[in-house]
């Protein structure tokens, strides 16, 4: 595995690939790895002869208040993870080689997607996401682009921009990966406690729940809303944030549900806040 520091050399190594008649899948994420962003790599070495991956800690996507000094950093780790997995290119920029200078002045609105849910529970967040995303593909010019399901709006964003932009890149979504237990894979899972990852399942359950009222025949948004909301809401240390039915591409609320449609979800305990998703 090669591992590439500065925009410049990952152009190189890019236009490199491609003189030989490469295709490339690019793999975007903030490190921390684990085995939800391995399987990322999975599917990319699936539809493509070079896998990069990125680690970038992206600060416009955190908020003030949010874990952006102290979100885990561990790119040692992450290097070998990457290369025993398969990754060709580890692409790892600094914050003044993506953003010199300053702050940047363009950035990329996700529009109605992102409005409800984790954008307004995180202030352009998105815009920080779909303006890094953006930079990102120009630097690699991916055929291919992995995301996980566990970030669904996330991945509405991302197809949103791709669509409206005209970016020449296929978006492929990895179904969620879950530990044993069901809890969701997530790099901010390693902030838990013993006490605060068992209440951290609860949604999942939750999720669950709803899913397999659905499966029963249960086709009200409300009704399935109401099967979540009254498991998360009567765990003592744990704090609901939002739970909802939506259109898994817009991420507008339905009201009958319908294959392919997705229960989303977020929850706080202690410091950490999770978030989970269901596709019905």
């Known amino acids: 595995m090669q591992q590439v520091e500065t925009i410049s050399e990952m152009r190189h190594a890019v236009a490199d690939a491609r003189s030989k008649g490469k295709g490339i899948a690019f793999v975007p994420t903030m490190g921390a790895l684990h085995e939800g962003h391995l399987t990322l790599v999975d599917e990319a070495k699936r539809v493509?002869?070079?896998?990069?991956?990125?680690?970038?800690?992206?600060?416009?996507?955190?908020?003030?208040?949010?874990?952006f000094a102290r979100y885990p950093r561990t790119l040692d780790q992450d290097a070998k993870l990457a290369e025993d997995r398969g990754?060709?290119?580890?692409?790892?920029?600094?914050?003044?080689?993506?953003?010199?200078?300053?702050?940047?002045?363009?950035?990329?609105?996700?529009g109605s997607i992102g409005k409800e849910w984790e954008g307004a529970v995180r202030p352009?967040?998105?815009?920080?996401?779909?303006?890094?995303?953006a930079k990102l593909f120009h630097i690699v010019m991916p055929?291919?682009?992995?995301?996980?399901?566990?970030?669904?709006?996330?991945?509405?964003?991302?197809?949103?921009?791709?669509?409206?932009?005209?970016?020449?890149?296929?978006?492929?979504?990895?179904?969620?990966?879950?530990?044993?237990?069901?809890?969701?894979?997530?790099?901010?899972?390693?902030?838990?406690?013993?006490?605060?990852?068992?209440?951290s399942l609860m949604l999942s359950k939750a999720l669950f729940a709803m899913r397999d009222a659905f499966v029963r025949g249960?086709?009200?948004?409300?009704?399935l809303e109401a099967i979540g909301w009254r498991m998360l809401e009567r765990v003592v240390g744990l704090t609901p944030r939002y739970l909802a039915v939506v259109n898994a591409d817009t991420f507008q609320r339905v009201n009958s549900v319908r294959h392919g449609d997705a229960a989303v979800g977020a929850i706080r305990v202690g410091e950490t806040k999770l978030i989970d998703n269901i596709i019905f």
């Open 48 to 67: 493509a002869e070079v896998v990069v991956m990125s680690v970038f800690v992206n600060p416009l996507q955190f908020g003030p208040t949010e874990d």
């Open 87 to 110: 990754v060709d290119l580890m692409f790892t920029p600094t914050q003044a080689d993506m953003y010199p200078e300053h702050a940047p002045v363009i950035l990329i609105h996700p």
């Open 218 to 223: 249960e086709r009200r948004a409300s009704a």
């Open 124 to 133: 352009h967040h998105f815009e920080g996401v779909l303006t890094v995303v």
């Open 143 to 199: 055929d291919v682009a992995v995301f996980g399901q566990k970030d669904l709006q996330q991945v509405a964003v991302v197809k949103a921009m791709v669509r409206d932009l005209n970016f020449p890149v296929g978006i492929l979504v990895a179904p969620t990966v879950r530990d044993p237990d069901g809890l969701a894979m997530s790099s901010r899972n390693r902030y838990l406690s013993p006490k605060e990852r068992e209440l």
